[in-house]
């Protein structure tokens, strides 16, 4: 199976700053990268495909980028609403499989 | 807008089954994949299979062969997961996700909020 590394557990920042959280595949994925965010008690909202293109709604402050086995996900000038849990999926090959998350907490 | 509505919570005993449902609306229910995807504290996420809601036809994680059954009702645009022989490792949040695209697995559109199952003698 492909491992999905989020090397950040915890990510502390405030509003108006800007993140960067990665992930890391351990073969090459080519771009079939998804991102994620979850928010208690709500249901999980995707963001990002293709490493880089962003899913309609999800607000132009997210960046995704990236190919291969190295990706980014940037949050430039961060929103209240921003904080939570982020989690990156390779969906290049069976089975699709997720990061551990990335959990980015208000400093 | 789409919308996919999961079964309530379940406690169940080791070794019985449970089936969770997902129900969709807002498309349409054919022609989007449904995907099913268990979450842990220790485990994280992990893809348990896909269904092709139009056909019928079923993929799963190898490691959740035997342990998962995914079905459909066209009837009632609804997706469900059978889960048996339970044990504590079983315990976890269950989601059901719509694929993005049509005849596409993956990535995941749209979210069910996840369905609670705890397995307890």
């Known amino acids: 199976d492909v491992q999905m590394t989020q090397s950040l557990s915890y990510l502390a920042a405030s509003p108006g700053e800007s993140v960067s959280i990665s992930c890391k595949a351990s073969?090459?994925?080519?771009?079939?990268l998804a991102w994620y965010q979850q928010k208690p008690g709500e249901a999980y909202k995707f963001l990002i495909y293709?490493?880089?293109t962003l899913q309609s709604g999800t607000p132009s402050r997210f960046s995704g980028s990236g190919s291969g086995t190295d990706f980014t996900l940037t949050i430039r000038s961060l929103e209240p609403e921003d904080f939570g849990l982020y989690y990156c999926q390779q969906y290049y090959e069976k089975p699709y499989t997720f990061g551990a998350g990335t959990k980015l907490e208000l400093k | 807008q789409v919308q996919l509505q999961q079964s309530g919570a379940e406690l169940a005993k080791p070794g019985s089954s449970v089936k969770i449902s997902c129900k969709a609306s807002?498309?349409?229910?054919?022609?989007?994949?449904i995907s099913w995807i268990k979450q842990t504290t220790g485990q994280g996420l992990e893809y348990i299979g896909y269904?092709?809601?139009?056909?019928?036809?079923?993929n799963y994680n190898e490691k959740f062969k035997g342990k998962a059954t995914l079905t459909v009702d066209k009837s009632s645009s609804t997706a469900f997961m059978q889960l048996s022989s339970l044990t504590p490792d079983d315990s976890a949040v269950y989601y059901c996700?719509?694929?993005?695209?049509?005849?596409?697995?993956?990535?995941?559109?749209?979210w069910g909020q996840g369905t609670l199952v705890t397995v307890s003698s």
């Open positions: 807002g498309y349409t229910f054919t022609s989007y994949y």
């Open positions: 073969k090459s994925i080519s771009n079939f």
């Open positions: 269904i092709n809601t139009g056909s019928g036809g079923t």
């Open positions: 996700a719509r694929s993005r695209a049509i005849a596409a697995i993956s990535p995941f559109a749209s």
């Open positions: 293709s490493g880089s």
